[in-house]
């Protein structure tokens, strides 16, 4: 594709639809060429990548467009407006032309909590936005190799993957009564701080090897001191959750190749135990499956060889052997195994039951970030406002568990109960009679909540389970009829949700996609807006009909154009099938 940059001057004049779809045709020609073992088609189709006018400008809108695209590293630069940001573009175009003239800036080490209401810390380290930039726009052209030899069952760090689908695979490898009932619960050792340059350096499929070589050295300033760094991915760049990939991918094939050693042996023997090894994997942390506590014992020294290669280990203290009876926790949820019970297995014909809950550590971590909330100075409204995105958060991500229900009930309890202390304590003098009248309301499952006639507190009680599918595995994204199939089975998870807001309806009605780009805007970074088709100012409602949802940049653009704003009122009229009719440009 040609540079476009002698049309398009400005920034606000980038045609994103365009853009996207370029990049798009490229990065599965680039799948292509890796899956027909074509080394130098691949060179070709990352280099026509890293190069296109298309992928800078995506790659500045994408850092830019973030939560953390309004935080500078170490030079404190921002691309806060559109000229900064037509710059941009225009200094990744030098870089990537003067690759070995290219030094990294040190990252910005700040601490934030570990999770949400969590005390506990971790670290994060900031690179300038420039450096975000251009790790963004390698990473369009490593990215489509990874997910091409990734492991089947790793879930962390993918696009149409998440968190939700690592629980559901466990949830099928051991809800039979014939299921494996030993896992090894592993935990590897500050693994984003100790992974070896060299095998980074050796295995991530990069244009330009020097550029990677810069950004792992670049270095941390904390509290205005510099150290080297020699060792490890600081966690915070747009590169440094696929790299944990690429150092930890091939670990389900080296089990499973232990496993056929020993199966071989045990038959041999005249047993016919199978092994059900299994490596569920999220980013760094795994979990691995066993039909008995011997074999997990000698798969182990395999995994720890592998890890060795890479300059990880296993946590001597965290790593342990448990039976699916003990139970094990796993990114934030409780999985254990219980004996045959009504409440708990409905129709299953099983004798035992897995039941996934929130864990006892996510619970405590849930009323922390309460009690923090609910403050006497405070008025309801302001903690109704601070507290209800962290509840609907919390909800949404364990509503997957069939059985959170009852846990569910208890911690809604809870809060009731922090809130009467809070009300109890702001009107001293008041009795419980006129505190229940005056902080709740009646809800529409006819109970009093508190809240106010405009506004009510979550109900953590009201959120119902959510039933997640199978993800398909060894589906590339980056291939436009297996990124369908992808899409299809989260729009799918996302369809499930009958209890949806006005935003979750329109993007129904939308198919998933923004109408002006015709990206995803399931799992988008970016920040997603509400738009009026007809303005408020020219008589347009909050109808229905009258809203659709666009990225925050595209937002922008169909403001200030009103021929666009025609297209996107066009587009929200034809449905969820509009996507369907779009044409890609031509890439001649």
């Known amino acids: 594709a040609s540079d476009d940059t002698m049309k398009i001057k400005s920034y606000d004049n980038i045609n994103w639809l365009r853009a996207r779809k370029e990049l798009l045709v490229n990065q599965e020609k680039l799948v292509e060429a890796f899956r027909s073992k074509n080394n130098e088609a691949v060179v070709d189709m990352q280099s026509l990548i890293t190069y296109s006018f298309a992928a800078r400008c995506l790659a500045v809108r994408e850092v830019v467009s973030t939560k953390g695209g309004k935080t500078s590293g170490v030079d404190g630069i921002l691309l806060d407006s559109p000229t900064k940001r037509w710059s941009a573009i225009q200094k990744l175009k030098f870089i990537t032309e003067h690759p070995k003239e290219y030094i990294a800036s040190p990252v910005k080490r700040v601490m934030i909590p570990k999770g949400i209401g969590s005390s506990e810390k971790r670290p994060l380290g900031i690179p300038t936005l420039i450096d975000r930039c251009l790790q963004r726009l390698y990473l369009y052209s490593i990215d489509p190799i990874i997910e091409g030899s990734s492991d089947h069952k790793s879930f962390g760090f993918r696009k149409y993957r998440n968190a939700h689908h690592a629980i559901v695979k466990i949830r099928h490898l051991l809800e039979k009564d014939s299921s494996p009932r030993y896992i090894l619960d592993a935990d590897i050792e500050k693994c984003f701080d100790k992974i070896l340059h060299s095998f980074l350096l050796k295995h991530t499929p990069i244009l330009h090897s020097s550029i990677l070589e810069s950004w792992l050295n670049s270095g941390i300033l904390i509290n205005d001191i510099f150290y080297e760094s020699t060792e490890g991915v600081p966690q915070g ?322 403001t200030k154009n009103k021929l666009l704003n025609e297209k996107i009122a066009h587009r929200r009229k034809i449905g969820k099938d509009w996507i369907t009719l779009l044409i890609v440009p031509s890439q001649d």
């Not at 944990?244 to 389900?252: F, H, I, R």
């Not at 199966?263 to 039909?291: C, M, N, P, Q, W």
């Not at 009876?325 to 708990?344: A, I, K, M, P, Q």
């Open 237 to 558: 760049g747009a590169i440094s959750p696929l790299l944990c990939n690429v150092a930890l991918n091939g670990l389900e094939d080296v089990v499973k190749e232990k496993g056929e050693e020993i199966y071989r042996r045990i038959r041999e023997k005249g047993d016919k135990t199978l092994s059900k090894l299994h490596v569920v994997r999220f980013a760094d942390d795994f979990i691995v499956t066993g039909s008995s506590s011997r074999l997990i014992q000698e798969v182990k020294p395999v995994i720890e060889e592998f890890l060795s290669e890479r300059g990880l280990r296993l946590h001597p203290k965290k790593t342990k052997l448990v039976t699916t009876d003990e139970g094990f926790d796993f990114l934030g949820y409780t999985v254990l195994r219980r004996n045959y019970n009504s409440r708990l297995n409905n129709l299953s014909k099983s004798k035992t039951r897995i039941l996934i809950l929130p864990s006892s550590k996510s619970r405590a971590k849930f009323l922390e970030m309460i009690k923090a909330g609910i403050d006497k100075s405070k008025p309801i409204e302001s903690i109704i406002r601070e507290l209800n995105p962290k509840i609907r958060g919390w909800g949404n991500y364990f509503r997957i568990s069939y059985h959170s229900t009852r846990r569910y009930k208890v911690l809604a309890d809870l809060v009731w109960h922090k809130m009467w202390r809070w009300a109890k304590t702001k009107h001293k003098g008041r009795n419980a009679e006129w505190i229940f009248l005056k902080y709740t309301r009646e809800s529409k499952w006819r109970t009093r909540h508190w809240g106010t006639s405009e506004m009510l507190l979550q109900d953590l009680s009201t959120m119902t389970p959510l039933k997640i599918f199978h993800m398909p595995t060894g589906l590339n994204p980056y291939v436009e009829e297996e990124r369908k199939i992808l899409e299809l089975r989260i729009w799918k998870d996302y369809k499930g949700d009958e209890d949806g807001t006005l935003r979750e309806k329109v993007l129904r009605a939308q198919g998933g996609h923004c109408l002006c780009c015709g990206s995803s805007i399931l799992g988008s970074e970016e920040k997603i807006e509400l738009h009026h088709i007809l303005s408020i100012l020219e008589g347009g409602t909050w109808g229905y009909k009258n809203l659709c949802l666009l990225h925050e940049t595209c937002h922008k653009q169909v």
